[in-house]
């Protein structure tokens, strides 16, 4: 179990073996390569480059890229962690900005995602990929693409923390070409804003639970696309649903179960979703005390 550090003013060529020997990209890092156990992190800066992720960790030994936002690993000086699809800020340039052809057991915590390629996918985990974390990220700004997207046969993948914001397409995608059963992919305590076609959209994709999030703006809020195998469910508890044009959405009755959730001025709140005997059409009220201490540099 190795520790890198990735960060401007390094070398590819280096060891990132310490932070004066760091690697200056985040495929630097990758190709040393990196192996079960292993920890990168990633010092504050902005890194233009495709991700190409193709190795595993293990089982109680994941893979894991933190994006040091502190600077307390790295430089010593605070700031976003960004990898970006754009090389100029405005326009995007490629496709992704992370990609996984093969590898279980990865985490990906603390990274600012944004502007992949027209019709792509930001964040593209692929084939039988199982055992993601992504925790405390931030997926944005592409005008037609996916931000996150698991596709294929994967399972026991965790999403949590994270913010979803201004796509033109879907925040989160879970698909496969065939049904998938009992996955146990749990997505808990994230928000999705201003993703067009949906905040959170699922096809074949069973055994999923989704708590403690938020939907504004969408144009579904939760939409289960295409019919699952029989017996399995898409769950949902203790979200807010609000200002989204359908919050929540299933191609038939009986895929998605709400219950103790908030269904507030959507044009619709449900669509082949039954009513959850504890669910109900309270405004939000959000805690603010965030913004009062951010306000005050508290």
Not at 3 to 10: A, E, I, K, L, R
Not at 52 to 71: A, F, L
Not at 234 to 247: D, E, F, P, R, Y
Request: glycine share 12%; aromatic share 10%; with cysteine.
């Amino acid at each position: 179990m190795a520790t890198y550090y990735v960060g401007s003013g390094g070398s590819d060529s280096n060891s990132g073996t310490s932070w004066a020997n760091r690697k200056l990209t985040l495929n630097g890092a990758e190709d040393i390569p990196v192996a079960a156990g292993d920890t990168v992190y990633v010092a504050p800066g902005t890194y233009r480059e495709t991700l190409t992720v193709d190795v595993s960790g293990s089982s109680g030994n994941p893979i894991t890229y933190i994006g040091d936002y502190s600077g307390d690993h790295t430089s010593g000086a605070s700031g976003v962690v960004r990898v970006t699809g754009s090389n100029n800020d405005q326009t995007p340039t490629r496709n992704n900005v992370v990609t996984v052809t093969g590898g279980h057991y990865r985490t990906f915590r603390g990274f600012s995602f944004d502007m992949g390629n027209t019709n792509q996918v930001l964040f593209q985990v692929g084939g039988t990929s199982t055992n993601w974390i992504i925790e405390d990220c931030v997926f944005a700004h592409s005008a037609s693409s996916r931000l996150l997207n698991f596709e294929g046969g994967g399972s026991a993948h965790t999403v949590r923390r994270c913010l979803f914001a201004y796509s033109g397409s879907v925040g989160l995608y879970l698909t496969h070409s065939s049904t998938v059963n009992d996955t146990g992919t749990v997505i808990e305590n994230c928000i999705f804003l201003a993703t067009r076609q949906a905040g959170i959209r699922i096809g074949r994709i069973g055994g999923v639970t989704i708590r403690n999030c938020t939907t504004i703006n969408c144009g579904s809020g939760i939409h289960v696309e295409t019919a699952l195998s029989s017996g399995q469910t898409v769950t949902v508890n203790n979200c807010i649903l609000t200002a989204n044009t359908t919050a929540l959405q299933s191609v038939s009755s009986g895929w998605l179960v709400e219950d103790y959730n908030s269904l507030f001025v959507n044009s619709t709140d449900r669509t082949n979703v039954s009513v959850g005997s504890n669910s109900n059409a309270y405004p939000p009220l959000f805690d603010v005390r965030w913004f009062f201490e951010a306000a005050g540099l508290g």
